[in-house]
T-cell receptor
Framework: DVKVTQSSRYLVKRTGEKVFLECVQDMDHENMFWYRQDPGLGLRLIYFSYDVKMKEKGDIPEGYSVSREKKERFSLILESASTNQTSMYLC???????????FGSGTRLTVV | TQLLEQSPQFLSIQEGENLTVYCNSSSVFSSLQWYRQEPGEGPVLLVTVVTGGEVKKLKRLTFQFGDARKDSSLHITAAQPGDTGLYLCAGAYDTNAGKSTFGDGTTLTVKP
C-alpha cells in the first residue's frame, strides 16, 4: 500500500523553539506539499517542491522553511515557533496534476 | 489564489436520507478531486474527475463534473453513519506542478 508517513502525530513545543516536521513518501513522486489546516480557514499551502532541492512558496510561507535533500523526504521547519503556528500540518505527494494527492495522517502541533 | 466554494458548510441528516454537496468556482480546472477526512486524520482521495460532464460512481456516492469544468457535485444515496466526515473538493491545473485549490469543506453528520 502506497504511503505518505509523517514522523509525529502529536507534538507540543515551546514558543521560540525550532521545530522539524518530517514527511516521507514511498511512491517515487516528484511533487510534495506542506499544508496547514485550521477550522474555518480550510487547507492552506505553505510550501511545495517539484524536485530534489527545488522549492516554491505557497500562500502562507512566512515563519516556515523547507528542505528536500532526497526525493522521498520533504521536511517543514518552523524557525522560531509561535503560538499562531498551532495547527494541523498535512504533508502530501502527487503523481501528476490530475491524479490527486496522497496525504499523510497529519501532525497536530501545539505551541505553548 | 482562485476560490472554490463548497455548500453547504454543515449538513446533519438521518441514516437513509440522500444528500448532495456542491463545489463551485469561476475558474476552469483541468481536473477536480473529492476527498473525505475523518477527525485527526489526513484527507483520503475518493475520486478524480477530468472530463467535462463526467459522472463517476463509487458504491453509494455519485460524482459529477460540470460541462464547463468549473463545478462539481457529490451525491450520497441512503447515507450511513460511516459516511460521517469532512468532504473536501479540490481543483487542479495542468500547468501548476500539481498544486490544487481546496474548498473549505462540508462537514457531514449522519445520525443512526
Amino acid at each position: 500500500d502506497v504511503k505518505v508517513t509523517q514522523s509525529s502525530r502529536y507534538l507540543v513545543k515551546r514558543t521560540g523553539e525550532k521545530v522539524f516536521l518530517e514527511c516521507v513518501q514511498d511512491m517515487d513522486h516528484e511533487n510534495m506539499f506542506w499544508y496547514r489546516q485550521d477550522p474555518g480557514l480550510g487547507l492552506r499551502l505553505i510550501y511545495f517542491s517539484y524536485d530534489v532541492k527545488m522549492k516554491e512558496k505557497g500562500d502562507i510561507p512566512e515563519g516556515y522553511s523547507v528542505s528536500r535533500e532526497k526525493k522521498e523526504r520533504f521536511s517543514l521547519i518552523l524557525e522560531s515557533a509561535s503560538t499562531n503556528q498551532t495547527s494541523m500540518y498535512l504533508c502530501a505527494s502527487i503523481r501528476g496534476s490530475n491524479y490527486g494527492y496522497t496525504f499523510g495522517s497529519g501532525t497536530r502541533l501545539t505551541v505553548v | 489564489t482562485q476560490l472554490l466554494e463548497q455548500s453547504p458548510q454543515f449538513l446533519s441528516i438521518q441514516e437513509g436520507e440522500n444528500l448532495t454537496v456542491y463545489c463551485n468556482s469561476s475558474s476552469v480546472f483541468s481536473s477536480l478531486q473529492w476527498y473525505r477526512q475523518e477527525p485527526g486524520e489526513g484527507p483520503v482521495l475518493l475520486v478524480t474527475v477530468v472530463t467535462g460532464g463526467e459522472v463517476k460512481k463509487l458504491k453509494r456516492l455519485t460524482f459529477q463534473f460540470g460541462d464547463a469544468r468549473k463545478d462539481s457535485s457529490l451525491h450520497i444515496t441512503a447515507a450511513q453513519p460511516g459516511d460521517t466526515g469532512l468532504y473536501l473538493c479540490a481543483g487542479a491545473y495542468d500547468t501548476n506542478a500539481g498544486k490544487s485549490t481546496f474548498g473549505d469543506g462540508t462537514t457531514l453528520t449522519v445520525k443512526p
